[in-house]
């Protein structure tokens, strides 16, 4: 079976392209989920991949999750720095969780430096803008299984 994989995309982020693009830069959301699919594919992963405004949203597929994921991507965006709530359903998830960030929220303003999120995650990626989300869909999957053999082994087995 291969391993499932769920990428959780919070507020604003259906903006992406558009807004603040000197943060973020022009690549929209449906072109990284392409590229995620994509990426999925040559990993052997199944890929859900979800965007919400709502925080109770994102909850709900986090629970989700529970019963039909092996780890988690999130870009938790805006509730990244205050959402007991999404803090609180990631600790459920027993999985691994990789924390995702298109900037490198440790070089932003004070409002943007600390992510509550982080108390749950098993790794954080920030500031390598979208191509962040492969390198967290690859982790993701190297913390659940074996990447794939077809994959040159620096990148199926890093460092030795």
């Given amino acids: 079976m291969a391993t499932r ?10 903006l992406l392209g558009e807004r603040e693009p000197d ?7 449906a072109a990284i989920e392409a590229s995620c699919r994509d990426c999925a594919a040559v990993l052997d992963v199944e890929l859900r991949f979800h965007q919400s405004n709502h925080e109770g949203v994102l909850i ?33 998830f027993e999985g691994p969780i990789v924390e995702l960030h298109i900037s490198n929220i440790h070089a932003r303003d004070e409002a943007h430096r600390h992510s509550m999120v ?3 995650a098993t790794t954080v990626i ?3 803008g979208v ?17 794939p053999d077809a994959l040159p ?8």
């Fill in 126 to 128: 920030c500031g390598a």
């Fill in 5 to 14: 994989l769920m990428v959780l995309n919070g507020p604003n982020l259906n």
């Fill in 60 to 92: 709900d597929w986090i629970h989700e999750a529970r019963q039909v994921s092996d780890a988690i991507v999130i870009n938790p965006a805006g509730y990244s720095f205050g959402s007991v709530a999404l803090l609180d359903a990631l600790k459920t």
């Fill in 23 to 29: 943060i973020y830069g022009t690549t929209t959301l």
């Fill in 153 to 160: 082994a620096p990148m199926r087995l890093g460092p030795r």
């Fill in 118 to 120: 982080s108390q749950a």
């Fill in 131 to 147: 191509y962040g989300y492969i390198l967290a869909v690859q982790a993701a999957a190297r913390l659940v299984c074996e990447l």
